[in-house]
């Protein structure tokens, strides 16, 4: 009996530390975790543009963010939607097998970079020649060396797949672009929750 | 006297518009090793402004800016 307590008791402050120091990786274990889950959570170096409009002077501003920030080091996601669309028909592809409203979609929408607009001071086209010609001479790249620039920076991007269908689009008409995704709101919600910026053009 | 910059590359990005001078300085920047300098002349003034944001942002410095006569030299020393 005696020996027993004597046991008890030497065995008791070591049994004591033995339990704290469990308890102790228990909470590092579980700080870590949660360490993980924030890094995971936090935004990467990553911006998510949506293209939504299709005149000149907004596709420009896009294209200019989107190059700007590759160029600072950013990854960057374009995703093109609505009247962004037509922008990145190829003018050169023609595609068959559209019903009439895809027909009349096809023709009245912009084929591809060269035939955007302004947004304002169109004037029946003598606005967007006169701004375009302004381009050149001050040295802005134009749409199509944007579009070529973006590719070489590796900026990404991704084309709504419903506006494409709600206009009549075809993948086989869209222009030649390195990793061309067609993917819906959920792949542009996924890229845009992890991106510092998000932007709505 | 300040002291002397070895410049090991000269970057011509005169009459370039935005977003061209940075675009072109973040590729010709990684063309040179850790700890050379680039310097890059430029003729758009909003690169007063880019050209620092860019060296923050990429974590690269720039030693000097010389301006006159409209040509804005900038002396960056690629640090990453």
Known sequence: MKDSAENKREVSPQGEAAKKMKNLEKQMGELKNQVEALAEASPENKIALIVFSGELDKVLAAFIIATGAAAMGMDVVMFFTFWGTPILRDKGKKVGGKDFMGKMFGAMLPKGTSEVKLSKMNMAGMGTAMMKSLMKKKNVASLEQMLELAAELGVRIHICEMSMDLMGFKREEMIEYPNLTFCGVAKFMEEAQNSKVQLFI | ?80
């Open chain 2, 1 to 80: 006297m300040g002291e002397e910059i070895t410049v090991d590359k000269v970057m011509d990005l005169k009459g370039l518009a935005c977003p061209m001078p940075v675009v072109k300085v973040s590729k010709g920047i990684k063309e040179v090793e850790i700890g050379q300098v680039i310097e890059a002349v430029t003729t758009d003034p909003g690169s007063l402004a880019d050209f620092p944001a860019w060296a923050r942002t990429s974590g690269n410095e720039i030693l000097k800016t010389d301006q006159e006569e409209g040509v804005i030299r900038f002396y960056i020393k690629r640090k990453a």
